[in-house]
């Protein structure tokens, strides 16, 4: 390489010729007319020694043809390979691309205000919810795909009441709605392009779309799924939360930095690039939607109300009345008739009981009430030993006509065993 290049130098630069060239570097002229001669820099080529897995290469092409995606494994058990598995592999990963169809995936360009990409991303059993317990609750990040802005929330479930409520905080936090929200396959929110009755009214209410990619197509929102690497990186390590709200404190103090850096798909930093993102968006509605979960139940003697997999005390006052349960991310609230009558801070685990203790207390006078009101009905109860007069039964039959049966008779010789 050294020998090409400097004969080349004195032949061009030094006008130096052939036999002047060879005497002084000590070549062959054979050799500095071969680097005249070459454009490009020698190099060594040995023709290739061949490969065991070359004799059935035919074999491997045949069955590829027929079924592009045929495991490697497969394919050595079809061909009787017996050698190493590596150099079948390695065959086969070549000649696999001269049959399996393409599928490229281009290069989206996002405008000003469209979309806001959404998916869930799961930290881990991190976040304790009780004394002795860790959950692994999902966290919602959703990105505005233009200016790569980032926002995160942590929720107590993957439902559709959480989902949606975890969308409108964080949307009412940036001010302004998308024309698209685009999600996955994730079931709170629907299936098969179906969404659910929530996710329909959460999009109606807001004004804008909600659009579910295909399945196994994660470069439709590569955006937010490379946000998500980006917290699992740059946010968890390090840190320990004490609670579910001590990890959402200390990921909305962290948000603003993450936001700030300088984003090489777009070269501008997310946090100043978003403004003009949500110019181009549409308002907030002036009626929030409806989120949380709901339901009505009866409430029974047991005045408890399950939503959520936990248990909730009710005003025990209400009992046997319809009663309106709402679970928020960070309360639940019980109402009847339009007049609360049970309110909790939301429990992120499961199967746990919530009980309010004045809830115990109107309970405890109730009953007393109750008992009180029923001894007054049934009457003055006799004490203990005294006497109480007993009816013949022959008073009976005369009372209801009934004729005295005949005594029976009894054989003299039958002994009657008491």
Same mark, same amino acid.
């Given at each position: @390489? ?41 190099? %060594?080529?040995?023709? &290739? ?5 070359? #004799? ?13 995606? @045929? ?6 058990? !079809? ?6 598995? =590596? ?13 399996? &169809?393409?599928?490229? #995936? ?11 990409? /959404? ?22 990040? @959703? ?9 995160? *929330?942590? *929720? ?6 959480? +989902? ?5 905080? +964080?949307? =009412?936090?940036?001010?302004? $709605? &998308? ?51 980006? +917290? ?14 001590? %990890? ?6 962290? +948000? ?27 308002? *907030? ?17 047991? %005045? ?29 609230? $019980?109402? /009847? ?13 499961? !199967? ?14 109730? !009953?007393?009430? %109750?008992?009180? !009101? ?39 010789? *039958?002994?009657?065993?008491?």
């Amino acid at each position: @390489m050294e020998d090409w290049a400097e004969i080349r130098r004195l032949h061009r630069s030094e006008k130096l010729g052939i036999k002047t060239i060879a005497r002084r570097l000590g070549l062959a002229r054979n050799t500095v007319r071969a680097a005249l001669a070459s454009d490009v820099p020698p190099r %060594y080529v040995r023709a &290739p020694a061949g490969s065991k897995v070359d #004799a059935f290469e035919s074999r491997i092409r045949a069955l590829l043809a027929e079924f592009p995606d @045929m495991p490697a494994t497969v394919i050595g058990e !079809r061909i009787g390979w017996e050698h190493s598995s =590596s150099v079948l592999r390695g065959r086969v990963a070549q000649l696999r691309p001269l049959f399996r &169809p393409a599928d490229p #995936a281009d290069r989206t360009i996002y405008e000003p205000g469209q979309i806001v990409q /959404c998916d869930l991303w799961f930290p881990g059993k991190v976040v304790p919810v009780g004394a002795e317990t860790l959950a692994d609750p999902p966290v919602l990040t @959703m990105v505005a795909a233009f200016s790569g802005f980032i926002m995160a *929330l942590l *929720l107590p479930t993957r439902t559709t009441g959480d +989902l949606v409520a975890g969308m409108w905080q +964080l949307l =009412s936090g940036l001010g302004a $709605v &998308p024309k698209t929200l685009v999600w996955d396959n994730e079931s709170g929110i629907g299936q098969h392009r179906r969404l659910t009755v929530g996710a329909r009214s959460f999009a109606g209410t807001l004004g804008t779309r909600i659009y579910q990619t295909a399945p196994r197509d994660p470069e439709a929102k590569g955006v937010v799924e490379r946000a998500n690497g980006f +917290l699992q990186t740059s946010f968890m390590p390090g840190r320990t939360f004490t609670d579910p709200a001590d %990890y959402n404190t200390q990921l909305a103090g962290w +948000l603003p930095k993450a936001n700030s850096r300088l984003l090489r798909r777009t070269g501008c930093q997310p946090g100043v690039r978003v403004v003009t993102d949500t110019a181009a968006m549409g308002v *907030l509605p002036p009626v929030a939607p409806a989120v949380g979960t709901s339901m009505r139940v009866r409430l029974g003697r047991d %005045y408890y109300v399950r939503i959520a997999g936990n248990d909730y005390s009710v005003n025990p006052t209400v009992i046997g009345r319809f009663v309106d349960v709402h679970a928020g991310l960070q309360q639940v609230v $019980v109402s /009847c008739a339009g007049t609360v009558v049970g309110t909790h801070v939301r429990c992120w685990g499961t !199967r746990q009981t919530i009980t309010d203790p004045v809830h115990v207390a109107v309970a405890a006078q109730l !009953r007393t009430a %109750y008992q009180a !009101r029923t001894d007054a009905t049934r009457g003055p109860v006799n004490a203990t030993g005294t006497e109480v007069g007993l009816r013949a039964l022959s008073d009976y039959d005369e009372l209801f006509a009934l004729a005295t049966p005949s005594a029976p008779s009894v054989r003299p010789d *039958l002994q009657v065993i008491r």
